[in-house]
């Protein structure tokens, strides 16, 4: 039983107009750095409104502040969802020790902040741009539970921002559609469309396509200023190691604590559940991050716009 939660270059100029999404500009990257995109660490709050009934209420909570078509926290928050897998392997220290403690009830659930709010209320806009580009058919899916293919791996799940259909050769194809709407800090002069994938995507990336059981994935980066897009492509020998650190983390970690916070009272789970707490880093975690360079070393960058001109 849990006590009462605490509150814890170069250019080249050309008009853009329909682009096909075929990929052909292959670009190689190296070395990147792995700053959370959102600053989710325990520290960090936005404060809340308080009522006269006592009640509190975070401003962050307004309805035109959320996704416009993902209304599915109740039913994720009994799972893994793909956003969470970087953080559940150890890409960022105290994230990973945060999640736990959020999966066991602990704590509450990350519901937002400035970073996932932008992202909500842009995402839409980032979409039509996506349509406009490609000129490709986007359908909008319900929240996938993987056991719904694999019974005993319906602890995971994920919630693509879209599945893309679209034809090849005359052929019906259909790959995920991930968008990101990066919010710099709020500081809109530094907003340039991404020219690499950042490291710590691809474990959402690929467990979306493993979950969607679908083989590519147009990843599409949206700013004011412009945006990029990239293909990516489902990597089955990393979705095996990766699904091996997550299952560590879900029935060593959080299955475990689970079950000892329903029969007793913890009051300080940091302490009292100190066997069962994650360490900060999986011990495949670096392992994974230098795959996760390979997957973006065979990513594909089929455009890149500022203001409408392509760049090279």
């Known amino acids: 039983m849990m006590a009462p939660k605490s509150n814890w270059k170069s250019k080249s100029i050309h008009c853009i107009g329909l682009l096909f999404t075929d990929p052909s500009n292959s670009r190689s990257y190296t070395s990147q750095a792995l700053n959370h995109p959102s600053g989710r660490i325990l520290h960090q709050y936005v404060h809340p409104l308080k009522f006269a009934s006592g009640e509190t209420y975070s401003v962050l909570q307004a309805s035109g502040l959320q ?17 969470t897998f970087a953080a559940a392997i150890g890409f960022w220290h105290r994230r990973r020790v945060q999640l736990w403690l959020e999966k066991i009830g602990a704590i509450e659930p990350f519901s937002g902040n400035l970073a996932t709010c932008w992202s909500n209320i842009k995402e839409e806009e980032a979409l039509e741009r ?21 019974p005993e791996d319906d602890w995971l799940a994920g919630s693509p921002d879209g599945v893309v259909d679209r034809l090849v050769y005359d052929l019906p194809s259909q790959g995920v559609l991930e968008i990101k709407c990066p919010f710099f800090n709020g500081d809109m002069s530094q907003a340039v469309p991404w020219s690499r994938v950042p490291l710590y995507c691809i474990p959402q990336a690929q467990g979306l396509m493993e979950i969607m059981d679908k083989d590519w994935m147009d990843f599409y980066v949206w700013t004011p200023k412009g945006s990029s897009l990239f293909r990516l492509y489902r990597d089955i020998e990393y979705w095996d190691v990766l699904k091996m650190a997550l299952s560590d983390f879900w029935w060593k970690h959080v299955q475990p604590a689970k079950e000892l916070c329903g029969k007793s009272v913890i009051t300080n789970p940091l302490t009292q559940l100190r066997s069962l707490r994650p360490a900060p880093r999986h011990e495949l975690c670096s392992y994974i991050v230098y795959e996760s360079k390979h997957v973006v070393d065979n990513s594909k960058l089929v455009m890149r716009e500022i203001y409408g001109i392509l760049q090279n």
């Open 67 to 83: 996704h416009w078509f993902k209304n599915w926290q109740k039913v994720r928050k009994h799972k893994l969802t793909a956003s």
């Open 130 to 150: 996506y349509k406009l580009i490609t000129g490709n058919t986007v359908l909008f899916p319900e929240f996938q539970v993987y056991g719904e293919r694999n």
